[in-house]
């Protein structure tokens, strides 16, 4: 089955710090991975996607993410925080297995919260 | 453009009511997708639209939900005999033919069941 884990529930950093935002994956098939965010009261948006191209991904507001296999991660990353970063993400990974349908199984979400 | 908009924002009811819930997906995308978001189970997949037709129900909790999809548009997800256990965000999504990577989502309806 496929499935991704987010390591963090909950991470905490000063405005102008690095992010990291965890994530591992299990897949038998070359996954599809992506990155949405969701802030208080608004739909999801998708941040970036990863689909067996370049493995270094970049996506808005300037977050990036790297496709690891050996390590089977795609963790989430942008080099200084903002204070508009402070949302909940998901690591999220297309469900090849049952087709080419396209469902989306997500991660259980990470808080980020920015401090000022 | 427009994106996907849902109908209500909001709804309370009580239990064992039905209610229907509406998604209007981006013009001219084929696939759509319902998710539910909810505290305890984070957010899961319920039903894929290809046009009119739904290659999979899977997510599907129980008998007591179903959806349709009319005019390769509008979507309706109607939970009959609702409990407190439906209650949640409903997420709809949709995607433009052959890029099913790529849902829009939209805003949600918060399902309150009392």
């Known amino acids: 089955a496929q499935s991704v884990t987010q390591l963090d529930s909950h991470v905490s950093v000063s405005e102008g710090t690095p992010v990291l935002l965890r994530c591992n994956y299990s897949s038998s098939y070359s996954p599809s991975l992506f990155w949405y965010v969701q802030h208080p009261n608004k739909g999801l948006q998708l941040l970036l996607k990863y689909t067996s191209a370049a493995t270094l991904v970049k996506g808005i507001n300037g977050f990036e993410a790297e496709f690891k296999k050996s390590e089977t991660s795609f963790h989430l990353t942008k080099p200084s925080a903002h204070m508009s970063d402070a949302a909940e993400y998901f690591c999220v990974v297309s469900d090849h297995l049952s087709g080419n349908t396209g469902k989306l199984i997500f991660g259980q979400g990470t808080t980020l919260q920015v401090k000022p | 453009g427009a994106g996907v908009s849902q109908s209500p924002s909001n709804k309370v009811t009580e239990k064992g009511k039905d209610v229907e819930l509406r998604c209007d997906p981006i013009?001219?995308?084929?696939?759509l997708y319902w998710y539910r978001q909810s505290l305890g189970q984070g957010l899961e997949f319920l039903i894929y639209?290809?046009?009119?037709?739904?290659?999979?129900k899977s997510g599907l909790p129980s008998d007591r939900f179903s959806a349709e999809r009319t005019g390769g548009s509008v979507s309706t997800l109607t939970i009959q005999r609702t409990q407190q256990e439906d209650s949640a965000v409903y997420l709809c999504?949709?995607?433009?033919?052959?890029?099913?990577?790529?849902?829009?989502f939209g805003p949600g309806t918060r399902l309150t069941v009392l």
């Open positions: 999504a949709s995607s433009a033919e052959g890029t099913t990577d790529t849902q829009y």
């Open positions: 013009s001219g995308h084929t696939a």
């Open positions: 639209f290809q046009g009119n037709s739904a290659p999979d």
